[in-house]
């Protein structure tokens, strides 16, 4: 089975299959990851997003744990998939269900694509303030219980923007 592994980096210059980004819910872009994605994928992305969004629900187009997928315009990538992570409200709010949900649809929606590579950053541990040390365990477990129902998947990069990340991905993954 495909052993998920760890970088350091920007996800935007990767030439995988997929990236993932952590979105918000209306899919119009923001900040951290999502603006960096929408800015060198150019104004394309967001006129695809836009076209999402107008056939979903309004206000809403796409739900915390939820992911849909679009082209990757100018990134090196082929696809990129936007899923929207739980914002963290002290842990008593499902924060950890959906935040696996995130993973495991993502992981799901690459492999019904046919892709075969896939690169996520650390889901809602930038501005939606989910403690990072947590949502490593949750996105580890995460993936690895999905990894089973892929098997086309041969490559998933966890890509760790900061180094206190990458420290506590590298823990998980030697559990
Ligand atoms: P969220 O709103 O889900 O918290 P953020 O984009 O604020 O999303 O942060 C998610 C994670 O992505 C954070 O750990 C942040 O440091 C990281 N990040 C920001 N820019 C990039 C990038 N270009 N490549 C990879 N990871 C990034």
Redesign the pocket.
Known sequence: MTKPEIIC?????LDVDVIVN???SSLMG????????HR?AGPQLLAECMKIAAERRPGSPCQAGDAVITGAYQLPCTYIIHT??P?WQGGGQGEAEILASCYRKSLLLAAKTGLTSIAF??????????P?DKAAAVAVESVRKTLDETPNIQLLLF????EE?YNLYEKELKN
């Open positions: 980096g920007d996800i935007t210059k952590a979105a918000n923001g900040g951290g990851v999502d603006g960096a994605i060198a929207v992570g914002i950053p650390n889901i809602s541990t930038g501005i939606y303030g989910y990072k890509v760790c923007f900061d990340n």
